[in-house]
């Protein structure tokens, strides 16, 4: 679905989408059409999903996590790549409640010593969070921010509670800020738990061309939801 949505819709093409409207307290009906004839689309947005992703990956971006100091630093056992990885972006490290102490004159493997780990109300944290960190370093571009499984799994939580639900009734500002925001994520195709945000609902010139008895069946459409 993700790829499918790709060729179809650019991020840029959020802003120029038109609203329409909300249907069953539960979607945003948006049509976007482009320079060309043929281009006329109707989109169909889950208003819960879509806001739900954005607080998530501003949860993401902006979130730097409280810490606790250990007794005593505690030294890591690391590989060299890894060491030399956890010196570099130790920005993001600290962002995510791990404090290291860094001797840049100790031996290889010894350089880096762990003085406080995060610390969260329901979850609890240890050095495998900090490796698996390091782990997700590896594959994440310079400036980019990475997060352990466990502060990923909170921050869907926190931005689940703080989201636009299912049955609340939006008014046309409320509905444009929601799509307008989809523009700007780095992945607006799926929520943090999976579930796709919006869906290609019908071709407008294709539906134009039927014979008039042809209709979108809304009662299929909601049995099977997005």
Known sequence: ???????????????RMRILGQFN??????RLRGGEEEDDDLFVIDQH???????????????KMET???LRPRPLELTAADELLAIE?????????FDLE?????????????TAIPVSKNTSFS????????????????GQMARCSKVRAMFAMRACRKSVMIGDALNMRQM?????????????????????????????????????STHIDWDTFMEHGL
């Open 1 to 15: 679905a993700e790829e499918t949505l790709s060729r179809i819709i650019h991020k840029a093409d959020f802003s």
């Open 25 to 30: 307290l539960g979607f945003i009906i948006a």
């Open 49 to 63: 999903a879509s806001d739900e992703k954005y607080n998530f990956e501003t949860l993401q971006e902006t979130t």
């Open 68 to 70: 606790q100091r250990l």
């Open 89 to 97: 972006r130790i920005d993001v490290l600290r962002k995510n409640g």
């Open 102 to 114: 860094v001797d840049e004159d100790a031996p290889a493997h010894q350089r880096i010593k762990l």
């Open 127 to 142: 050095v495998e969070d900090l490796e698996e960190l390091i782990h997700l370093l590896r594959d994440s571009a310079p």
């Open 176 to 212: 444009k800020e929601i799509v307008s925001h989809m523009g700007t994520m780095d992945q607006p195709w799926n929520c943090p738990h999976g579930r796709p945000t919006m869906r290609h609902l019908a071709s407008l010139q294709h539906v134009q061309r039927t014979p008039p």
